[in-house]
């Protein structure tokens, strides 16, 4: 594990990075070995892709440009639940294929803490806690520009069977179409962050 995470890293110089047009940190946990963290945020802003999957939002809390890029931090999550998501954008690519509210049969749903709405361009929230049902502002999902670069960030991708379509999954607890749903609003997210897909300005 630890010489892959190496060649990983390597492909994060700024030199190896001149050979590609977006990054993606999925699941990620803790501090990853980045040869030059700082070279790593300017070809981010250089206009470049961040995409972030899940726990990407729990990878360097001890690090404020990280965090400020991503435009949140993991705080923590209780027990897996089903929830109902609220789509602030069917405009964009990322949630273009989804319902005004889609509901989720059962997730890992995160909480966050140094996140802004104002700061960010939310795609799915929800309006109360997943456990508590307290009411407020959830944030599920959501993108930004930074630089000139674009960061997409989806905290979605925890269960198997919300990732994975196939419908012989054992013990399944979403639906395939949650399933698809879930890919789409991935798919859509990579290619707007790539500038493959476009959207109207971000406020």
Not at 23 to 34: C, E, K, M, R
Not at 166 to 182: L, T
Request: some cysteine; hydrophobic content about 35%; overall charge negative.
């Amino acid at each position: 594990m630890g010489r892959h995470l190496e060649n990983c890293a390597g492909k994060t110089s700024p030199e190896s990075l001149k050979n590609y047009d977006g990054v993606v940190f999925a699941s990620t946990t803790g501090d990853l070995p980045i040869p030059d963290k700082q070279g790593f945020l300017d070809w981010i802003k250089a206009g470049h892709a961040f995409i972030g999957i899940h726990s990407a939002t729990d990878t360097f809390h001890g690090w404020p440009g990280y965090i400020d890029m991503l435009g949140g931090e993991f705080k923590g999550h209780g027990a897996q639940v089903s929830v109902d998501c609220i789509n602030a954008d069917p405009s964009h690519p990322a949630t273009a294929q989804l319902p005004k509210v889609w509901t989720i049969q059962q997730e890992e749903i995160y909480q966050f803490k140094n996140y802004d709405p104002a700061k960010v361009h939310d795609l799915l929230w929800m309006e109360k806690h997943p456990a508590t049902g307290e009411p407020g502002h959830y944030a599920v999902s959501w993108c930004k520009d930074y630089g000139t670069g674009k960061v997409f960030y989806t905290s979605l991708g925890h269960r198997e069977d919300i990732i994975d379509a196939n419908p012989d999954m054992h013990d399944r607890k979403n639906s395939v179409e949650i399933s698809k749903a879930y890919q789409a609003h991935l798919l859509g997210g990579i290619e707007w962050a790539l500038g493959l897909k476009s959207a109207a300005p971000l406020h």
